[in-house]
């Protein structure tokens, strides 16, 4: 019985918690800035996102150009 319960309560808390751990990715592109708004254009990858949602945003790194 205890291994039993103990199995379900597990499986219960693997299901629970893993669907916190997957998040959506889109590619965009910045359409305007205007003050501290910044619009993006991302397609059709934009039923990803809702409003309100938190997002983190990575610029495109620029290689350095080494030379004499």
């Known amino acids: 019985m205890k291994t039993t319960m103990a199995l379900l309560l597990s499986v219960t808390m693997f299901s ?28 059709t990858t934009a039923g990803k996102i809702v409003v309100g949602d938190a997002v983190k945003v990575k610029t495109a790194r620029k290689k350095a150009i080494e030379g004499c």
């Open 16 to 43: 629970l918690s893993a669907g916190g751990a997957f998040a959506a990715t889109a590619k965009c592109k910045v359409t305007e800035i205007k003050d501290n708004v910044v619009t993006l254009d991302c397609g």
